[in-house]
């Protein structure tokens, strides 16, 4: 089946620095890849996505790039604050019209005051 | 407000006896799913339904039901829990389309003795 596999599982930054995580999908027919961030006991929450006909797409200090060719995508902080910690969650949609993703296995960002 | 609630939040229960945990949204969304996340696997969708009376597996099924009779709602049902569900569930409802923006319930921790 479909699988999304993602890295690194721990990043660890000073605040100010840059975080970069990334993900790779293993069906080529997947077409949107949302990032979930999810608090310390909170619930996922969609920060940023994109379709596969963007190559690049920016949010103030978030930006997620992807590579459809390669099969990968990243997701990328600037300036990273403290409020930045938590998990990060990559998804690919399963390909047909089912709703399902599919989800990485997270990244836990610790930012360093 | 939109909102996808589940409950309970947090439910200890025996090996063997059944539970329900239920889930709601009020957001007319088609799609729904169920999640379970443990720690470095990430989330892993039990069940999820594309429409009333149609669910389908997702990649964690066995030991659990599902049953999707009214739009707004979408339980899950262990008919008889062992220890290795114990875990925090996520419910989560989407449009589905061209962009399946996921929204997430709050989660239910679930101990089973």
């Known amino acids: 089946g479909e699988n999304v596999e993602q890295h690194p599982s721990t990043l660890s930054v000073q605040e100010g620095d840059s975080a970069v995580i990334k993900c790779t999908y293993s069906?080529?027919?997947?077409?949107?890849f949302p990032w979930y961030k999810q608090e310390l006991g909170k619930r996922p929450q969609l920060i940023i996505d994109?379709?596969?006909?963007?190559g690049e797409k920016k949010d103030q200090r978030i930006a997620v790039t992807l590579n459809k060719t390669a099969k990968h995508f990243s997701l990328h902080i600037t300036e990273t604050q403290p409020e930045d910690s938590a998990v990060y969650f990559c998804?690919?949609?399963?390909?047909?019209?089912?709703?399902?993703?599919?989800f990485g296995q997270g990244t836990t960002l610790q930012v360093k005051p | 407000e939109a909102q996808v609630t589940q409950n309970p939040r947090y439910l200890i229960t025996v090996t063997g006896k059944k539970l329900t945990v239920t889930c709601s949204q009020n957001?007319?969304?088609?799609?729904m799913s169920w999640y379970r996340q443990d720690p470095g696997l990430g989330l892993r969708q039990i069940y999820y339904?594309?429409?009333?009376?149609?669910?389908d597996k997702g990649d964690v099924p066995e030991g659990y039901k599902v049953s999707r009779k009214e739009k707004r709602n979408f339980p899950l049902i262990l008919e008889s829990p062992s220890p290795n569900q114990t875990s925090l569930y996520f419910c989560?409802?989407?449009?589905?389309?061209?962009?399946?923006?996921?929204?997430f319930g709050a989660g239910t921790r679930l101990s089973v003795l």
């Open positions: 998804a690919a949609s399963s390909p047909g019209n089912t709703g399902k993703l599919i």
């Open positions: 339904s594309m429409n009333v009376e149609v669910t």
């Open positions: 069906d080529s027919a997947s077409n949107y």
């Open positions: 957001m007319n969304h088609e799609y």
């Open positions: 989560a409802s989407s449009s589905g389309g061209a962009k399946n923006i996921q929204y």
């Open positions: 994109i379709r596969s006909n963007v």
